[in-house]
């Protein structure tokens, strides 16, 4: 099964780099240059996670965690922070995001976070639907 994932950055470069990394693994990527443009391609399509950058202009990756958190509770949520904003990525969690990592990233850790984020998604839709 394949995973869908939205990569929410403002830095063109790295999205790229992502996008093409992803690629290779043949994990295609999805991205947004903000906040808001997440949100609205996340109306007409589903992911299971999402990479969120935590500094963006506009809405930040803060702001728009919640509103995925309150729209699609079933999403896992993968915050990017850089060393400055560490407490950002902790304030992330504590709002429901799946995990946080560092920029630069390695991309392996990234990696084995969007895999197990996808399988805690799997997990909880699953009991969602037992439950409903």
Avoid: C
């Amino acid at each position: 099964m394949d995973i869908r994932i939205l990569l929410v950055d403002d830095e063109v470069d790295f999205v790229e780099t992502m996008v093409k990394r992803f690629g290779i693994r043949k994990m295609p990527l999805d991205s947004a240059k903000s906040g808001q443009e997440a949100l609205d391609e996340m109306a007409v399509r589903e992911y299971d996670v999402v990479i969120l950058d935590v500094r963006m202009p506009g809405m930040d990756g803060l702001e728009t965690l919640k509103q995925i958190r309150e729209r699609w509770p079933l999403t896992e949520v993968i915050m990017l922070t850089g060393h400055a904003s560490l407490e950002a990525g902790m304030q992330g969690m504590n709002l429901g995001a799946y995990d946080y990592v560092l920029k630069p990233t390695d991309f392996d850790d990234l990696l084995d976070k969007v895999r197990k984020a996808f399988e805690r998604k799997q997990l909880n839709a699953k009991a969602h639907k037992q439950g409903a």
